[in-house]
Every structure is written in C-alpha cells, then in structure tokens.
C-alpha cells in the first residue's frame, strides 16, 4: 500500500542568520526513507530543529569557518564508535529547486544517541552534497553526532510510523507450518568468507556478515557473488556505463515473512558494483520465518532463514 504521511510543524527561522547564508534558498521539505516506511515520510513545515543545510562546516562568516547550525551537532566532533547493525534512515533535503543535500540517520538505543552520517566520496550522494557544501575531509564520510533538537523531533514520527506498520500485519494469517525450513549453507570460501547460501547453478551467492544468530530490528551487510552487469565488458568501461544510468544485467532482491503478516525485508544498495562482487543491507522488522529471493537475469536465489528477536 502507498501512501505519504504529512507531518506539519511550525517554521522556527534562526536569529541572526548570517545574511549569506539567507540569500541561499530555504529548505522546503524533508523526505525519510527507512526501516517501517513504505513511502517515504514527508515533512514540509519545521519546529525546534534547524535545517539550515548552509551552515556549520563549509559556511563562513566575516571570514570565519562556522561550527554551528543544521542537525548536526558539530562541536561534538565525530563518533569513535557505535554498535553494529543500527538501522537506518536516509533523510534528503529539497528547495523548491529541488533536492540538495542528502545524509543518513541512525539511533542508538544504548546511548540514547542519534547519529549522522555523511556520504563519502565515491557514493553519488557526496557529489550531491559538495555541490551544495563541501564540509572537509574531517567531515564527509564520517560519523557524527545529531542535535538533541532533530533527535526530540524525529524519533516519535518514526517511532509512530513502526507502529502503525507493525499493526497493519497485526490481523494477517498466513499458512505455515510448525517449523521453519532454514536453508542449508554451503561451507566453502570464497572471497575469504564463509558460508554461504547458493543456488543451483552457484551464480548467486548470499553471505551474512555475522556470526551471531539473525535478529530483528537490526540491520545486517550482506556480500554477494553475482553475474557481472555487463559480462566480457572491461572493468572501466562497465563502471563509465553505469555512472552513466545504464543498469545491465540488473541484480535485484526482497524478502518476506512466511509465517505470519509482517512488513517486507528492508534492503539497502548503496551502490551497483561493475564486477561480480556486490554489498547491500537488509533489515529483518519482525522476528520469524524469512523468505528471501535474488534475481539477476535468468539466474536466481531462494533461501529461508530463521530471525529471533
């Protein structure tokens, strides 16, 4: 089911903004991509939070770097470390020119702390994102500390939207049986990893980067091993194709509860790879019996796993 969820706040404008900074375009909207979200969570007006995205790092002032302004807590400096698997959320920025500025949210039950992460070079989104404002090398690609305002604001819209989500599976009855059939996994290296799960004809390959047992709620890397998108085309030549938007031989996945109603696998690709070795992340919403199938051309993966909470 589609569906966009409005959410209003009131606009709060910083005083004293400096006045470069005010010729620049206003932000308009944020979109919220994520976990629990199968459209993206829309919002147009802003209270208690800054989204001055031209400002901090990269903007100055009488000639001075500014190390204030946005959701990130700059003064904070970058995160040295953070648990694994925190599910994410990538939350883009619009003008009425369009978008500007893209970023990655993440929250840390532990700490209570909300995280921001800026794409590095290499990903799109960083191109993007210079072109608006470079925050330096001590910035982009790092992790770092989200205000205490964006967290206050944000985290009850998303807490809300897992609800109502887990909720419209609520009444779901699905056909199952006692047990889950897990897959059997393949205890070969390849890559230097192991195991995985492989189909048929072992074109595609499946491996979980952990060797704890599958959880919810949290998210996993996955490697894969898949045709190539342009078979026999040298490395450079497929990678100029698909910065240029041709796809090739497109690999693509999804996943689903077969045990009970559930929202569907959550997966990430934050970008295609020219050879045969792809990364993504998938996110498991419920504990249960998960189906997940890869496709790329005529060749495919089945395999089910078991997810505990």
């Not at 302004?69 to 959320?89: M, N, Q």
């Not at 939207?161 to 599976?169: M, N």
């Not at 996943?255 to 045969?276: I, K, N």
């Amino acid at each position: 089911m589609k569906r966009m969820i409005s959410l209003a706040l009131t606009l709060a404008l910083t005083i004293g903004t400096p006045a470069t900074l005010l010729a620049k375009a206003p932000i308009v909207k944020i979109t919220i991509t994520g976990p629990y979200l199968t459209a993206p969570l829309e919002i147009t007006d802003f209270k208690n939070f800054d989204v001055n995205v031209w400002s901090g790092p990269g903007a100055q002032m009488n000639g001075k770097e500014q190390t204030e302004g946005f959701i990130i807590d700059w003064p904070l400096g970058r995160v040295s470390s953070y648990p694994a698997g925190l599910p994410h959320y990538e939350v883009s920025f619009y003008t009425e020119g369009g978008l500007v500025y893209v970023v990655d949210y993440m929250y840390d039950r532990s700490s209570k702390q909300g995280l921001i992460y800026l794409p590095p070079k290499g990903d799109k989104r960083f191109d993007l994102n210079c072109a608006t404002i470079c925050r330096g090398d001590g910035f982009d690609g790092h992790m770092l500390y989200a205000t205490a305002a964006w967290n206050d604001a944000i985290r009850p819209l998303l807490m809300r939207a897992k609800e109502e989500e887990l909720r419209r599976y609520d009444s779901e009855e699905v056909a199952t049986t006692q047990t889950c059939q897990v897959s059997e996994l393949v205890q070969e290296e390849r890559m230097g990893l192991s195991p995985w799960y492989v189909n048929k004809n072992r074109t595609i390959w499946a491996h979980f980067w952990t060797r704890d047992p599958l959880k919810s709620d949290t998210e996993y890397k996955v490697i894969w091993i898949r045709p190539e998108p342009f078979p026999g085309v040298p490395f450079n030549k497929a990678t100029h194709l698909l910065a240029s938007g041709q796809v090739g031989t497109e690999f693509v996945f999804s996943g689903r509860r077969l045990d009970h109603g559930a929202p569907p696998l959550h997966s990430l690709f934050p970008v295609t790879y020219a050879q045969d070795f792809q990364p993504s992340g998938v996110w498991f919403p419920t504990a249960g019996c998960w189906e997940i199938k890869a496709t790329s051309g005529a060749e495919s993966l089945r395999f089910v796993v078991s997810v505990s909470d």
